[in-house]
């Protein structure tokens, strides 16, 4: 049973700095490609970055490019999110997503296993 247990969120400043990871147990996980994704109050969930496990190669979204970036440890078996130069639109909840899978999808339907999310508040 593949699990994700996200942590790192909090409340930071405009203009700070957080990392998000993402702990994911229960399988192996090459041939998987690991997501984050955020979920702004009353808006639909929207994707932020991917990284294909095994060769680390990675996809981020053009709202977010520069500022955030999606690492792994295969040691660890986590996912990381580097959050730099923080906005206040950025406030969400992040969640990480896994699929069983090499290509890269930015629709949450594709994604079988999610976290609880964490949630990532940056104050003006």
């Known amino acids: 049973q593949v699990q994700l247990v996200e942590s790192g969120g909090g409340l930071v400043q405009a203009g700070g700095s957080l990392r998000l990871s993402c702990a994911a147990s229960g399988h192996t996980f090459n041939g998987y490609v690991m997501s984050w994704f955020q979920q702004a109050p009353g808006k639909a969930r929207k994707f932020v970055a991917a990284?294909?496990?095994?060769?680390?190669?990675?996809y981020t979204a053009d709202s977010v490019k520069g500022r955030f970036t999606i690492s792994r440890d295969n040691a660890k078996n986590t996912v990381y999110l580097q959050m730099n130069s923080l906005k206040p639109d950025d406030t969400a909840i992040y969640s990480c997503?896994?699929?069983?899978?090499?290509?890269?999808?930015?629709?949450?339907?594709?994604?079988?296993?999610w976290g609880q999310g964490t949630q990532v508040t940056v104050s003006s």
């Open positions: 990284i294909n496990w095994q060769s680390g190669y990675t």
């Open positions: 997503a896994a699929r069983s899978s090499v290509l890269f999808t930015t629709s949450p339907t594709t994604y079988a296993y």
